[in-house]
């Protein structure tokens, strides 16, 4: 009996070397199938948890952004009021002086100069808040990813991180100045030779907004370009800010350089241009419905078909509306100009694109390329 079966064995051992080779080779393939599988789920579950952490980092740095920008308005209020104080001119106003239309010509200039560079520094802050705050908070979500800091170059201390969002100040002081002479210039271009007693309707004030943003944004100063809002770039950076390389740098200044120049490239790009022309176009479409619910047409019960689109009032009677707009475009919390601003599609988009550029570790980007 035994002989036979170790003759049947030796006769088909050949098949049970296969057979066995083919069941171990599929028990090692099932458990590596296996293993890769966990692998992968384990990679995926990473995946997911570090995009949870990105994305939720991601949205608290935009409320950040949002209280900030709304806690800036009372101060570049003042800002604003201090520099171009109408409010001096409206006073002298009512002791009737013997110089009255001089002050009203002097108060025509400023209160459209004073509305119309509230607008301009209210959107400039909002995008270039979006640039400052997403790039610091990509930083900031690198220094916090494991081991990454000892592998990447330096990173952002506290120190230097206070540094960098102080250059908020240039754009709210120099800045600000600048902008301010350059909205006058264009101010008194247009309205000038308007005489106050003339009728203005919405359609004229629109046009003159309109020629005026053209002034200001399509002039070329101090190396900045025609094209877009590129011209504005000028109030919002110091040109000459950045330290010499060619200088000793800490580790802290070389870092803070290389957020400036970060910075800088953002500002002058056609993304934040795009962006700051649509909050423009978005705030001074509301500007214009504000100054609208003042032409309010004089109908009679046969005329109740005017449109306040057709109807002219002196520009004397305008002049006082605008001049107490800054109260409304930079108003305290809650904002309806600011507010449209922040959930902008655009404005979302440009901080959602900054910041993954800022937060991306070098291994993201060779996975992306």
Not at 236 to 244: A, H, P
């Amino acid at each position: 009996m035994l002989r036979e079966i170790w003759g049947f064995l030796k006769r088909h051992r050949r098949k049970f070397f296969v057979t066995g080779a083919m069941i171990g080779g599929g028990v090692l393939l099932y458990r590596y199938a296996v293993a890769k599988v966990k692998e992968l789920q384990e990679k995926e579950a990473a995946d997911c948890l570090t995009h949870a952490r990105r994305q939720h980092h991601f949205d608290s740095n935009q409320r950040t952004c949002n209280m900030t920008v709304l806690s800036m308005l009372p101060s570049l209020r003042e800002s604003l009021m201090r520099a171009l104080n109408s409010e001096v001119l409206t006073s002298q106003l009512k002791t009737r002086p013997s110089n009255k239309v001089e002050i009203w010509e002097e108060l025509k200039i400023m209160s459209l100069t004073r509305t119309i560079v509230a607008v301009y520094i209210s959107a400039m802050l909002v995008v270039f808040l979006r640039v400052q705050l997403n790039i610091i908070a990509g930083y900031m979500y690198l220094d916090s990813l494991q081991n990454y800091s000892e592998k990447e170059s330096a990173t952002a201390t506290q120190k230097v991180q206070q540094k960098y969002l102080q250059s908020v100040q240039y754009l709210l002081g120099k800045g600000l100045v600048d902008l301010i002479a350059t909205v006058t210039k264009a101010v008194e271009l247009q309205v000038k030779s308007i005489p106050l007693k003339q009728g203005v309707s919405l359609q004229n004030i629109e046009e003159i907004f309109t020629t005026i943003r053209k002034e200001v944004e399509h002039s070329q100063q101090n190396g900045y370009g025609h094209g877009g809002t590129a011209a504005l770039s000028q109030y919002i950076l110091d040109k000459d800010s950045e330290k010499d390389e060619a200088c000793a740098l800490s580790t802290e200044e070389i870092v803070l350089v290389k957020l400036m120049r970060e910075t800088r490239d953002m500002v002058e790009s056609r993304d934040f241009h795009f962006v700051l022309g649509k909050c423009l176009d978005t705030m001074f479409s509301k500007l214009m419905d504000k100054i609208a619910e003042y032409f309010i047409p004089n109908t009679s019960s046969e005329q109740r078909t005017i449109n306040r689109h057709n109807v002219s009032v002196p520009l004397a009677k305008v002049i006082p509306v605008v001049n107490g707009l800054i109260h409304t475009v930079c108003g305290d919390a809650p904002n309806p100009f600011i507010q449209e601003l922040l959930v902008l599609e655009p404005v979302k988009d440009f901080a959602a694109n900054v910041y993954e550029a800022f937060s991306q570790t070098e291994e993201d980007k060779v996975d992306e390329s």
